[in-house]
């Protein structure tokens, strides 16, 4: 059930080698065993980018690829950080005084966004110190989730030491907000699948109230993740935020027009849950009010009937202050055309008529195109990795994740697996000898795995 808490599996550790791996790099670490292991997986998307902060349901699924972490609780306030990555530096702070800087998202802050959600959720007094050595099999920046997997199994780790409950649900909510401590403006996707999935089925992410609804993929297709080797780290750059405030703009400027709050308005889904209107309608009135040319930070004021100075300290983030053209027609057409297709492809995953595949890759296809021209979170090595993936045999691939580099994903008839991955293998990483160096972990088949668990030694 998505309700309750995440699960505590007794294991034995020597049928288990990473687990028992991580115990032995532990207690050669800090001189004593670990009392219990925490495990929060990445995800993929396989439809609905950029919509989770709009207030739009995704569709994704859980991934083997995880971050796990060797946990002793301790008497002293201190916690003590270790990866078995040696290019990720220790760290340790006093549980008392967390300071999560947003200028450098290194590792550790991630961990620390986790710790301090939980810590302030409870109220603790007198929360408890922690050594902690961690092990990640996800690829960093490659829009897989890495740093919401560590946000998630940070916060798994705070609970579980400091001997509290949570469900999943509360969890998934908690982890969304603490993650904003490092500046990113996050939806709620990458926490939600972390906790909420379950083995075998992907699932459709609804936000307000969060749920999450069994999608069961059709048979005869695989999903298959290429790495495009381009690293995009969304707290270090501001596209994603500026992203964001494009979408949050459209949506005074549609709620305007239409007579509603604007001032109350912060998600496009709002404007369609107040107008009572379909997503298509929803198209159409952004083609009547919205034009595509660029806005400017003037014509917004003039719009709205505001002053320079209250758009920039009542609507703009104290980032966003120098930006000054906003794109919000090809924003908002992205968000509304996406949504609809992520609906769609929960109805044909459903249905399962015979030309299941066929469809679900032609929404996955027009998926990426409104990525790259719409919304402008593509770049040029994804826009070719999705080429060569439909070239070789993909029946639908697009880019998932942020974007800006990171990962596609791709449907794969199960039958031409071997000879796709073989050939994209030759066309894209075997043409650059740096790509070729990673490429094991930079294209594999995968399929849903399940969500954050506990692990304890049997």
């Known amino acids: 059930m998505a309700g309750d808490s995440p699960s505590a599996l007794p294991v034995q550790l020597v049928e288990q080698p990473r687990l028992q791996k991580l115990k032995e790099m532990f207690i050669s670490k800090f001189g004593s065993a670990p009392k ?267 719009c709205l009937g505001i002053s320079l100075e209250e758009l920039r300290s009542q609507i703009l983030s104290q980032n966003m202050q120098d930006v000054s053209i906003f794109k919000l027609y090809q924003r908002a057409k992205h968000v509304y055309s996406e949504a609809a297709r992520v609906l769609e492809f929960q109805k044909i995953c459903s249905e399962a008529p015979a030309n299941a595949l066929q469809l679900l890759g032609e929404l996955m296809k027009q998926s990426h195109i409104s990525c790259r021209e719409m919304y402008e979170c593509s770049c040029p090595e994804l826009d070719r990795l999705v080429d060569i993936c439909l070239q070789f045999g993909a029946i639908g691939s697009r880019l998932t994740g942020a974007g800006w580099g990171g990962c596609t994903v791709s449907m794969v008839p199960t039958d031409k697996l071997n000879t796709f991955l073989k050939n994209v293998k030759k066309a894209y990483y075997q043409t650059d000898g740096q790509r070729l160096a990673v490429e094991n972990n930079n294209l594999f088949a995968t399929k849903p795995g399940r969500g954050a668990l506990v692990f304890v030694e049997a």
């Open 36 to 302: 219990f292991y925490a495990r929060a997986p990445g995800r993929v998307n396989l439809i609905g980018e950029h919509i989770d902060y709009c207030g739009y349901a995704v569709l994704p699924m859980a991934i083997e690829q995880d971050i796990l972490i060797a946990v002793e609780p301790v008497q002293t306030q201190i916690v003590q950080l270790a990866n078995i990555n040696s290019s990720y530096l220790d760290f340790s702070t006093n549980v008392n005084n967390i300071q999560i800087n947003k200028t450098k998202p290194q590792w550790h802050n991630y961990f620390l966004c986790g710790l301090k959600g939980i810590q302030e959720h409870f109220g603790f007094n007198n929360p408890t110190g922690m050594n902690c050595l961690l092990d990640g099999t996800i690829p960093p920046s490659s829009g897989l989730s890495s740093s919401s997997a560590l946000v998630c199994c940070a916060g798994l780790v705070t609970l579980r030491a400091n001997g509290k409950t949570l469900s999943k649900v509360e969890l998934a909510e908690i982890c969304t907000k603490s993650e904003r401590y490092i500046g990113t403006e996050g939806g709620g996707m990458d926490q939600s699948i972390s906790f909420l999935a379950e083995e075998g089925t992907a699932k459709l992410i609804e936000f307000s109230p969060l749920r999450a609804t069994d999608v069961r993929l059709p048979s005869g297709a695989t999903f298959v993740i290429a790495n495009s080797c381009v690293e995009m780290n969304k707290a270090a750059t501001s596209h994603y935020n500026i992203r964001v405030m494009e979408c949050r703009l459209a949506t005074k400027l549609l709620s305007k027009s239409k007579g509603l709050e604007w001032r109350k308005m912060l998600r496009l889904h709002d404007v369609q849950t107040k107008l009572g209107v379909s997503l298509e309608e929803m198209l159409t009135i952004v083609e009547e009010v919205l034009h595509p040319e660029p806005y400017s930070a003037e014509e917004i004021c003039k």
